[in-house]
């Protein structure tokens, strides 16, 4: 790496982000770090969706609670 700006698609818009120069790094704007959030929040209610009801596979969701990726 050298010592140049770093610069980086933002995530949400696909437009650019510079470090130093965007306080919302790797994003644009704060309007698009919220938007990817919200989308983030989002999805996250879907996948846990299934988990909640499954109340049989609670003790093999518990086995392998350890290899579980964080
Ligand atoms: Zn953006």
């Known amino acids: 790496m050298s010592d140049l ?3 980086k698609k933002c ?5 650019l982000s510079v470090y130093g120069e965007h306080a ?19 999805e996250a209610r ?9 109340e049989n596979s609670m003790d ?3 086995l392998s ?3 579980f990726p964080d």
């Not at 919302?24 to 989002?42: N, V």
């Not at 879907?46 to 499954?54: G, I, M, Q």
Request: charged content about 20%; glycine content about 4%; hydrophobic content about 35%.
């Open 11 to 15: 995530p949400s818009c696909q437009g």
């Open 46 to 54: 879907t996948l846990s969706t299934p988990l909640v009801d499954a």
């Open 60 to 62: 093999n969701f518990s």
């Open 24 to 42: 919302h790094f790797p994003f644009c704007s704060a309007r698009c770090r919220d938007r990817d959030f919200l989308a983030w929040t989002d």
């Open 65 to 67: 609670d350890g290899v």
């Open 5 to 7: 700006p770093i610069k």
